[in-house]
């Protein structure tokens, strides 16, 4: 089935008015619409199998996304996957490298969340080809093969082909172990969706209970618009959860670099491992020097949602940046990228810690951090995937969350399908639902 080509392309622009409720909100996006630019690839095979993939935006700017995936389309249609697959470091870098579009990245921003969107398609794709969930796809893949789909370029100086490829060979040790723990308990997974910035004390204080009900022991809360409010929250949460569950905290780079100090070792009587996103996402002298001065305070800093790439990750890293590093499925250049950040973040002794809040990315990182653990990492000390509970009933292999851990998807493919329903229904702006809050705003 390799041998299939791809004929067809289509991207949508998918958008769930999650603004209406405060889900998702923060001190900077205070009106969040989850929402995707959505891909099928279709191959010309006759079991009529697809590629489905997706990269996630907040709402307005999700058509230029779609744009973006639009005008590198023809980069990926007429090829089969073998093409593909048997040189897809080559073709991340056609995708990323392309001598006109790179102009406008390169390997950043708009067009590298397209690529995102279309690789993701791709790796679905070639999992459910092989007729196996990605996570497993890439636990049984061979090391060479993975350090294969790699691109090194800008980053040998931190980690070199042949270390990455050390690395995957010396976790080959309790492999088998670690699968089958992981098929038993799950992965380990905290939760945010008590404590979105929007949320009042009374709808907080009522998701903690119910999440602590449901054995939820990890808790990430919204901070940095007003140091008030966050004292207040911080305090009603802790002492709902008690000293010993673990509490984090997401700024989501409201602050100035010494603001961020200042702010956050006010609230470090509430003791949180972390201070996610403190500062610019691209300022890495700056969270050094946050990372630095919180150090004795036992506070660490966490950071990579809103990181541009591969180049980026592996400053943060050398330069004691960050202490947890926060992958993201659909910010990079999908698993390929990935791989970089999953194998320099093990070089370095990093935990990762997936970034997961918004639509579909629980669904596909949980992939990559079991991959993690299976078969890079051999570990789950200080780590844990991140969990919010919205939207999974739009998608066809929706996560399973037991005892607050993340169960290995069983599916083929990427978990990035969604039902066809709800893409017709959350079309922007002419699906059914947008049609009736145009409506209901008219009124
Ligand atoms: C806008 C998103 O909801 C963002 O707040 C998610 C995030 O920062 C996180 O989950 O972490
Ligand atoms: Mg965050």
Request: proline fraction near 4%; include cysteine.
């Amino acid at each position: 089935m390799q041998e299939s080509k791809i004929i067809n392309l289509t991207v949508r622009d998918v958008r769930f008015p999650t603004s209406l409720e405060q889900h998702g909100s923060d001190a900077m996006h205070t009106d969040p619409d989850y929402s995707v630019a959505y891909v099928v690839i279709e191959t010309d095979s006759d079991s009529a199998v697809k590629g489905y993939g997706l990269t996630f935006t907040v709402g307005r700017g999700t058509e230029i996304v779609v744009c973006a995936v639009k005008a590198l389309s023809a980069l990926v249609v007429g090829k089969t996957l073998k093409e593909i697959v048997s040189d897809f470091r080559g073709f991340y870098r056609l995708l990323s490298s392309d001598g006109q579009m790179r102009w406008i990245g390169p390997e950043k921003g708009v067009i590298q969340l397209a690529i995102a969107a279309i690789l993701n398609a791709v790796w679905d794709l070639w999992a459910r080809v092989e007729g196996k969930p990605l996570w497993k796809l890439l636990v049984d893949m061979d090391p060479a093969k993975l350090v294969s789909c790699i691109d090194f370029r800008y980053i040998t100086d931190a980690l070199t082909e042949q270390e990455a490829l050390d690395i995957l060979v010396k976790a080959k040790t309790g492999q088998k172990n670690r699968e089958e723990q992981m098929l038993k308990e799950g992965y380990p997974a905290y939760t945010t969706s008590c404590a979105w910035l929007g949320y009042s004390d009374q709808q907080l204080t009522q998701l903690c209970s119910d999440a602590l009900a449901q054995g939820w022991t990890k808790f990430k809360v919204k901070v940095g618009a007003d140091l008030q409010d966050d004292i207040r929250r911080c305090s009603l949460i802790r002492k709902m959860i008690g000293p010993n569950n673990t509490l984090m905290i997401d700024a989501n780079q409201r602050w100035d670099v010494n603001e961020a100090i200042t702010w956050v070792t006010k609230l470090a009587e509430f003791h949180p491992l972390w201070i996610e996103e403190p500062t610019s996402p691209d300022d890495i002298l700056g969270h050094a020097s946050i990372s630095k001065a919180l150090a004795p305070l036992g506070i660490g800093v966490a950071t990579g949602e809103q990181c541009h790439n591969r180049v980026m990750f592996k400053q943060f890293l050398q330069a004691s940046a960050l202490q947890f590093v926060q992958i993201d499925s659909c910010r990079v250049g999908s698993v390929n990228e990935n791989l970089a950040i999953i194998l320099m973040a093990a070089k370095f002794n990093v935990p990762v810690c997936p970034h997961a809040g918004g639509v579909g990315l629980c669904e596909l990182v949980q992939h990559l951090i079991l991959f993690d653990y299976i078969s890079v990492s051999a570990s789950l000390n200080n780590r844990m995937c991140e969990y919010v509970d919205h939207l999974h009933e739009h998608f066809k292999s929706p996560t399973i969350i037991r005892n607050a851990q993340y169960m290995p998807p069983k599916d083929p493919g990427y978990s990035c399908e969604m039902l066809e329903d709800s893409v017709q229904k959350h079309l922007y702006p002419q699906g059914e639902v947008w049609r009736a809050i145009e409506q209901q705003g008219k009124q």
